[in-house]
């Protein structure tokens, strides 16, 4: 066994199903695990749920079920997920697990042992979607996600970070590649000069949580206990630590990049006072966006990776996501570019070069690799075996900085170059002679086109596992996870090779495919059993790059009708009014808070002429939930309150007479 290599990805959050946003930081954690272990590493691969704090305890609420009941169900969920994908976690962690809890009680004690942790009080704002305390007056929007925070007064245990700032700046300017990219390095670094305050780390108005060591009134606050997650896993404060003292500190935590706050300065500073080694690095990628947004459950514009891989099988969704998002930038996610991306450099890219070299080779060598001759020898066979070569030594070096996009072009381009090849060097027409230059030529042709087919399968295994197993299979080369890939050179393939049955691995496939995901999606939407999911609901930048949404077939409807999709569109919630209060220099304006079960929102209302604030206090209202945020006077209305509103008359708010729970779709 060569070094070792731990990798983690975030824990998820189990406040909603996963969706392709989860899958894409899962996936390339996969792939750079699966590349460590080809290249003989002592590779561990972590993941798991993060399942305690208020927003989860809200979300299980809203669905009627106890925490734990909520929690089992959805990290079940993630975890089926990622065995269907065919993800080789080595590991999943629970925050719920006794596991967890010890090793988070323990560092806890560490810290406070070593001085860090004090007692104080806490008055001032806490945002329940990203759970964070955050610096705003009461009342006012997250200055993070634009979210309505809660005033927070509790007596806390606090953590100095205050007292890490020099050695924190001194880390990132020491050790650059602690975190990248470097755009997300530089804010970090001057969030850090700004001036660090001591954090509250512990909770005691609800529950949910894991119990502060000698102190139970109190839980520990939720992102002390998901970070540590990296170090309980391997069973730090646990009688066996056997797997921490071999692979800690990990290689690299993969995240996305709006916990990069949580991980590049809370982490390393927690790490610090409990006098424990730091991990080497922090890569933090972009968003996923899908219709223009940031893909969530919240904002109805999530696709699934069951969906895809149901129709176009495990492959696909990594190929795509790995060449066509750059890794660190915001990509656009769309079926329709999927389909795309699979016919053009799947089905007729690597499938067909692999389909094609192995039927001719079957054809007329009876499925035996042929031996190359010199005498047939051509300019354009070193051509592809020189590419080769250069694919082989650029290739890991892109990958290894998780270009994955440009390692992937790179080895794209030498299947483009085989497929040239071969046109111009028409084997089918050699296969028609009999003469002996012909045959030698022949086997020249196809000994070089199979080599460099040998050599990409081998390099785009982490990527497409699955297919390209199965072409390994098919040249005769037997278990690609025996390969050893810091092997991997030009000229290996070993001649008179009997090849295996020869099957095409990527079926083409055309516009129905999109038509069938779209469907899935929409009736996955419809059935609308995950509750909302607020962390997710940032405003994106107007730069964000847009994704081609294909357009649905246009079903016949009558003038002045809408369609039921179009009525889906429409996201009607039930939610409870818990403050309102007149807008100042606005005559007909409110501006209230209410609770839609597992989130507060804010909503400016155009009532005040019909309801005196103070009798709206605790009635359920309905509101449109899924409309884009929009400002008036200059406060953030997240959503819209229905009512009838009679010509010439006041605005009558739409009620039940019976009792629905807060967050009840209306449909
Ligand atoms: N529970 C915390 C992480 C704790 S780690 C100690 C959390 N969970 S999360 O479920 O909200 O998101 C976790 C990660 O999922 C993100 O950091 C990101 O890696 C991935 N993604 C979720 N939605 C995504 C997109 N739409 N696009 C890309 N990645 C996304 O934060």
């Not at 972590?46 to 704090?53: A, F, P, S, V």
């Not at 170059?417 to 060097?425: P, Q, T």
């Not at 569109?569 to 304006?589: N, P, S, W, Y």
């Not at 909503?603 to 019909?610: F, R």
Request: contains cysteine; glycine residues 8%.
């Amino acid at each position: 066994m060569g070094k070792t290599f731990y990798i983690t990805t975030p824990i998820y959050y189990v406040n909603a199903r996963p969706h392709i946003g989860h899958a894409y930081t899962t996936i390339a954690c996969d792939t750079i695990a699966r590349r460590h272990r080809m290249l003989g590493d002592d590779t561990w691969f972590l993941t798991g749920t993060d399942e305690h704090g208020q927003k989860i305890e809200r979300a299980a609420q809203a669905a009627g079920k106890t925490p734990q009941q909520f929690t089992d169900e959805i990290s079940a969920q993630f975890r089926a997920l990622w065995d269907r994908m065919g993800l080789t976690y080595d590991d999943f962690i629970r925050t719920t697990s006794p596991r967890h809890q010890h090793g988070v009680q323990a560092l806890w004690r560490k810290i406070r042992d070593n001085g860090y942790i004090y007692k104080g009080t806490y008055t001032g704002q806490y945002c329940v979607s990203d759970e964070l305390y955050v610096d705003a007056e009461p009342g006012a929007p997250c200055p993070d996600c634009g979210r309505i925070t809660e005033t927070v007064h509790e007596e806390n245990y606090y953590f100095k970070l205050s007292a890490f700032q020099d050695q924190l700046i001194r880390l990132y300017t020491e050790q650059p590649d602690f975190i990248r990219p470097e755009t997300r390095r530089n804010e970090v670094l001057s969030f850090v000069r700004s001036g660090l305050r001591d954090l509250s780390i512990s909770r005691s108005t609800f529950s949910w949580g894991i119990p502060v060591p000698d102190d139970p009134k109190h839980v520990v606050y939720v992102w002390l206990d998901a970070l540590a997650n990296y170090i309980t896993a391997l069973g730090y404060g646990s009688r066996d630590t056997a797997k921490y003292d071999k692979y800690w500190p990990a290689d690299v935590h993969m995240i996305g990049k709006e916990i990069v706050r949580f991980h590049c300065v809370y982490w390393p500073a927690f790490l610090l006072a409990a006098g424990l080694p730091l991990p080497r690095g922090i890569t933090a990628h972009g968003w996923l966006l899908f219709e223009e947004s940031k893909m969530s459950k919240s904002r109805g514009n999530i696709a699934r990776a069951e969906t895809i891989v149901d129709v176009l099988g495990t492959d696909a969704l990594r190929y795509f996501l790995l060449r066509e998002v750059v890794f660190g930038q915001d990509g656009s996610f769309s079926f329709d570019a999927l389909v795309q991306r699979y016919n053009s450099d799947l089905a007729n890219g690597l499938g067909n070069l692999a389909s094609r070299t192995l039927t001719m080779i079957g054809r007329y060598f009876k499925g035996e690799v042929p031996y190359p001759s010199h005498a047939a020898h051509s300019a354009a066979d070193d051509v592809i075996a020189n590419a080769a070569k250069k694919v082989i030594a650029d290739y890991g070096q892109l990958f290894d900085q998780y270009q994955f996009s440009r390692a992937l072009e790179m080895a794209w381009g030498l299947v483009a170059a085989v497929d040239k090849y071969i046109v111009e060097n028409e084997p089918w027409s050699l296969g028609e002679k009999q003469d002996e230059n012909s045959r030698a030529r022949l086997a020249t042709v196809l000994y070089t086109s199979a080599e460099a087919l040998r050599i990409v399968t081998a390099l785009a295994h982490p990527v497409i596992p699955d297919a390209t197993a199965k072409i390994w299979a098919q040249l005769g080369l037997g278990d690609i996870g025996k390969f050893d890939l810091k092997q991997l050179q030009w000229g290996q393939l070993r001649l008179g090779t009997k090849l295996g049955e020869v099957q095409a691995v990527f079926p083409r496939t055309d516009k129905s495919a999109v038509v069938r995901m779209q469907k899935m999606e929409e009736q996955n939407g419809a059935a609308g059993v995950a509750p909302v999911e607020p962390s997710e609901a940032r405003p994106m930048p107007a730069s964000a790059a847009s994704s081609s949404v294909p357009a649905k077939p246009a079903a016949v409807i009558p003038d002045g009708k809408i369609s039921i999709d179009d009525f889906a569109k429409v996201e009607l919630r039930v939610a409870q009014v818990k403050t309102a209060e007149r807008v100042k220099g606005a005559d007909k304006l409110l501006r209230l808070e209410v609770d839609l079960g597992s989130e507060v929102r804010q909503l400016v209302a155009g009532i005040a002429e019909a309801y005196a604030p103070e009798t709206l206090i605790g009635r359920k209202v309905v509101i449109v939930a899924n409309l884009a945020p929009r400002k008036l006077r200059g406060l953030e209305s997240n959503g819209m309150i229905v009512a009838a509103s009679p010509e010439g008359g006041k605005p009558v708010l739409a009620s039940f007479l019976e009792d629905v729970p807060l967050g009840t779709r209306l449909k």
